[in-house]
């Protein structure tokens, strides 16, 4: 087998997961894949299982692959400098080390934090734009969910946990991480830095998520009153709170409209709310609107529009973050609860089954 043979067969093979990894038209996908995987490292993510956490044994994995003829100590080198590159998922239970294999996004894409160069991000947007859009909203199954910013919500309202910031953070024994985000580092490289934070350290982790960027030197740990500044910081600028939509945290990505990968996806849909679980909506008393276009500069899924003067709320692209009803000055906009209430899986696991149920479905009804 050629290595260009390979490299197809590891596309082929990321593809096969919840959320894959298509050929594009013109084959950027394969350009990506040997600037990330050397000929040795594709071989062998093609043998791993998939799992959203790390947990398949280095013992288990060694079973499986030595009639190859890898030794025991070429292969766990191979699996840990993968791990470091952010190539596959990995973690350690004592002197016991457990790796799974990573979908493209989220997975290996936001593990090449702090390790992208201009050519490959290029090259990832181009990929994006030809295939990994449409394959990202397929199923129309969101990875990530979206929560309202806390000042946004009325004190009387009652939201629940999952939709709840503070509680969730709350709900987590730690440890905690702070990294930068991989979208603004690519819009830097791109010469277009972000139009609403000059902030890098915006992306949280939580948990098993954490640990391995923690272990990996991806982010630098933080205490919990820190991760509450930074959320709070991140509010203030007006990003839009995306953890990942199960009810076990791991995540907590704090996205704007003009670098976040997955909005820049959907803000290119005329109902980029399809794409988006959210329990909310902005509603507008007109009355009380001034027409000061605050909201209209804050909202980063471009719902809003002045007409005569008075704010109009577009529904099928507002995703109910709670940036604009935060931020406007004379309390004109509210969030509204939606009456069918999404409520998120109970773990990462459920969520991708459903995922690429959802995903084999599509595929056997074209």
Known sequence: MTDEDVYRELQKYLDKMPVGFPAAASGVELKILKQLFTPEEARITVQLKYAPIASESLESIYERLKNSGISRERLEEVLDKMASKGLILSRKEGDTKYYSSAQWMIGIYEFQV??????????????????????????????????????????????????????????????????????????????????????????????????????????????????????????????????????????????????????????????????????????????????????????????ITLVEEKARINLNR?????????????DALTLVQKEEESIPPKTLEELYKSILKKKTEIRLQG
């Not at 507002?318 to 406007?328: Q, S």
Request: glycine share 6%; aromatic share 6%; charged share 20%.
């Open 114 to 303: 702090n390790k992208l160069n201009r050519g490959l991000f290029f090259d990832i947007v181009k990929f994006s734009l030809e295939a990994f859009r449409n394959e990202a909203l397929s199923t129309k199954i969101a990875q990530l969910r979206t929560i309202p910013i806390e000042q946004s919500i009325i004190p009387e309202h009652l939201v629940a946990n999952y939709d709840h910031v503070k509680k969730l953070i709350d709900s987590s024994d730690g440890p905690f991480v702070v990294a930068s985000c991989i979208c603004r580092q690519g819009a830097d490289l791109l010469g277009t830095p972000c139009e609403a934070t000059a902030r890098m350290e915006t992306c949280l982790g939580f948990g098993t998520f954490a640990e391995m960027y923690i272990e990996q030197g991806w982010g630098r740990q933080i205490s919990k009153d820190e991760l509450v500044e930074i959320i709070e910081r991140n509010q203030k600028d007006g990003l839009i709170l995306q953890p990942n939509n199960s009810e076990d945290l791991e995540y907590i990505c704090s996205c704007c409209g003009c670098c976040c990968a997955l909005l820049l996806a959907t803000k290119m849909s005329p109902e980029p709310v399809t794409f988006h679980t959210t329990n909310y909506y902005t509603k507008i008393t007109l009355e009380d609107c001034t027409g000061c276009g605050t909201c209209v500069e804050k909202c980063q899924m471009e719902a």
């Open 318 to 330: 507002c995703i109910g973050c709670g940036v604009c009803t935060a931020n406007c000055p004379s």
